[in-house]
């Protein structure tokens, strides 16, 4: 079946610093992927997303591409804020279906 | 427009009482879901729904039931709660074939 391997953490990093959280896929097809945040004490909101190979999605400074040579979508950001601290989570649907499948999620803390 | 509303915020229940969570969406989607939220688990599909009257298993059903009597209000029910249903229940919307909008979230304890 589909699933979903991410970096789990917990990371802590200083304020400025480079971030990389690792995601690669497991599906029959052409899934589409997605990055979710999950800020304290709130819901699910998605951040980023791709349809197709090669895509690069990108929102508030974050990004990540479609790989489908490595089945990876890995998420960057340059300089990590105090406010970027939540848990993030790395998804995926298929054949258009609605039905997500997550990652663990990886806790993000980033200090002063 | 108010999204997906879901009540209680927080529930504490006893081994073996019974309760609904409460999940409803103004955005006329097809599409309603719930899922359940455990540390290093990411969040796992209960149970789904693609229009009134249809309803259908996800990953982890097992001590859950839905029902789908309108297109707005997807509850769940925990007939007899148990510890190992302590987590925290997100409800999901979306048009068919669209992307899911999550609700805020109900932090459930059982005792």
């Known amino acids: 079946g589909n699933s979903v391997t991410q970096m789990e953490g917990p990371v802590t990093l200083s304020e400025e610093a480079f971030l990389t959280i690792n995601c690669t896929y497991t599906a029959t097809g052409y899934p589409s992927l997605f990055w979710y945040v999950q800020y304290p004490g709130e819901g699910l909101q998605l951040l980023l997303k791709?349809?197709?190979?090669?895509d690069k999605g990108s929102n508030k400074g974050f990004e990540a591409t479609y790989r489908k040579e490595t089945t990876s979508f890995h998420l960057e950001k340059g300089s990590v804020q105090v406010s970027d601290s939540a848990v993030y989570f790395c998804?995926?649907?298929?054949?258009?279906?609605?039905?997500?499948?997550f990652g663990k999620g990886m806790k993000l803390t980033v200090n002063p | 427009n108010a999204g997906v509303t879901q009540t209680p915020k927080f529930q504490v229940l006893k081994t073996g009482q019974s309760m609904t969570l409460q999940c409803a969406q103004d955005m006329n989607h097809e599409y309603m879901s719930w899922y359940r939220q455990d540390p290093g688990m990411g969040l796992r599909l209960i149970h789904y729904?693609?229009?009134?009257?249809?309803?259908d298993q996800g990953e982890v059903p097992n001590g859950y039931n839905v029902s789908r009597s309108t297109t707005e209000d997807f509850p769940l029910r925990l007939l007899s709660a148990a510890p190992s249903q302590t987590s925290v229940y997100f409800c999901?919307?979306?048009?068919?074939?669209?992307?899911?909008?999550f609700g805020p979230g109900t932090r459930l304890t059982v005792t």
């Open positions: 729904s693609v229009g009134a009257g249809i309803t």
């Open positions: 998804a995926l649907t298929q054949g258009g279906s609605e039905k997500l499948v």
């Open positions: 791709a349809t197709k190979a090669d």
């Open positions: 999901a919307s979306s048009y068919l074939g669209g992307l899911e909008t």
